[in-house]
């Protein structure tokens, strides 16, 4: 890579999850945005659904109000979601596909057959400053689509990409090289992000004109289990009275 220096958006979702899988205001998703940003991230993600799954509203507002990096805020082209980013006022807003059934993010939104619907939110919030992206699969029509509509950025949809065994990955690297390359052309920044972790990064590096890859599930994980060691050690310390002095 010879451009500017790449970047990491961290996608702080699950982190959310967890707090929601019981219902508890732990953990933070501020706090654990903030440990990121201390960790060198160079932009915070969060995506709020549709149903609410996991960010919250409260969240997105939190967030914006205590981080210094920039916010990546996620969305559907939702009528209501859009008002909430106008009203919010994310650095950047990054266009997804939803579907209620889905685990994740299945599949790259479709710009090129729904140009209409995108044309107003995409321009109302470019007006009030915010930085608009596409998250697309890496096809040519996706892409021209893209930049026809007034983006100024897509986000690349690696997930195909991650998915494959790494001596299959070779077509769709060819894909994302190609669609890094013709969104370049037309004066696009470009992002990446979905299914990268540890194991499949190295092979995103081949790719040209990468801005920031934005990560979650990997990083969420990762931190459960180098934090779990020291979740012990403070829950045993707490109990060293009982523990007959084995904490
Ligand atoms: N980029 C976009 C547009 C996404 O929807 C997601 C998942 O929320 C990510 C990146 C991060 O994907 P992962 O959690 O698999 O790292």
Redesign the pocket.
Known sequence: MTEAALKLGV?V??VATLRQARGTDYPSVVEAALACEAAGAHGI?I?LREDRRHIQDADVYAVRKQIGTRLNL?MANHPEIVEIALDVGPDEV?L?PEKREEL??EGGLDVAGTMDSLLGPVQRMRESGIMVSM?IDPDPDQIQASATIGAPCI?L?T?AF?DLPPAERGTELERLVAGARQAHELGLQVNA?????LDNLSGIFDVPYMDTL???????SHAVMVGMPAAVTAMLAAMEPYTGGRA
């Open positions: 996608n979702d699950h993600t995506h996620e990054c997804v994740t993010t998250f986000e949809h997930g991650c992000g979905h299914g990268l972790n934005n990560i979650g599930h990997s990083i969420v």
